[in-house]
T-cell receptor, first 114, second 113 residues
Framework: GDSVTQMEGPVTLSEEAFLTINCTYT??????LFWYVQYPGEGLQLLLK?????DKGSNKGFEATYRKETTSFHLEKGSVQVSDSAVYFC?????????????FGTGTQLKVEL | NAGVTQTPKFRILKIGQSMTLQCTQD?????MYWYRQDPGMGLKLIYY???????DKGEVPNGYNVSRSTTEDFPLRLELAAPSQTSVYFC????????????FGDGTRLSIL
């Protein structure tokens, strides 16, 4: 079945540092890939998505490229801010007859310090 | 536009008690979902619905029930609370369309003691 593997956290960075959060997946066919972000005490919010191989999703300075050859969807940001501190979830979206099925990674906590 | 609203935000139950977690959305989305989030485990799908009157089991449905009498509401029922059901519960909805993202509520933190 489908699965998503994320790097374990927490990841602690200084403000303005470069961020990479690794995400790899196992799936057949051509699922879509999403990154969600969860701020403390809140629900998950969609950060970006990519629907086919070689697509690059981007939002708020974050970006991720759908790499089918390496089954990866790594999240990157060139310069993080304290306000980026949150938990980041990689997710695989599969279209099924009964509605889309999202398979989540375990989440990676990011802490950004001054 | 409120989006997905969950109530209550926090609740403590005793073993064997029952309760209903409420979820309502004002976006006229057909699809709705219930997840539980356990520490270090990501989100697991409990139940989902593709429209009013239609529900189906997800990965971890045991101990839960749902109903979908209207498009807006998708309550989750725990009949006999057990400590293993201590978790954070998230409701989500999404519009029709193959790659439309799910919109999440802020969650209900439930402790069973």
């Amino acid at each position: 079945g489908d699965s998503v593997t994320q790097m374990e956290g927490p990841v602690t960075l200084s403000e303005e540092a470069f961020l990479t959060i690794n995400c790899t997946y196992t799936a057949t066919g051509y699922p879509s890939l999403f990154w969600y972000v969860q701020y403390p005490g809140e629900g998950l919010q969609l950060l970006l998505k990519a629907t086919k191989a070689d697509d690059k999703g981007s939002n708020k300075g974050f970006e991720a490229t759908y790499r089918k050859e390496t089954t990866s969807f790594h999240l990157e940001k060139g310069s993080v801010q304290v306000s980026d501190s949150a938990v980041y979830f990689c997710a695989l979206n599969r279209v099924t007859g009964g509605g889309n099925k999202l398979t989540f990674g375990t989440g990676t906590q990011l802490k950004v310090e001054l | 536009n409120a989006g997905v609203t969950q109530t209550p935000k926090f609740r403590i139950l005793k073993i064997g008690q029952s309760m209903t977690l409420q979820c309502t959305q004002d976006m006229n989305h057909n699809y709705m979902y219930w997840y539980r989030q356990d520490p270090g485990m990501g989100l697991k799908l409990i139940y989902y619905s593709v429209g009013a009157g239609i529900t189906d089991k997800g990965e971890v449905p045991n101990g839960y029930n749902v109903s979908r009498s209207t498009t807006e509401d998708f309550p989750l029922r725990l009949e006999l609370a057990a400590p293993s059901q201590t978790s954070v519960y998230f409701c989500a909805s999404r519009p029709t369309g193959s790659n439309q993202p799910q919109h999440f509520g802020d969650g209900t933190r439930l402790s069973i003691l």
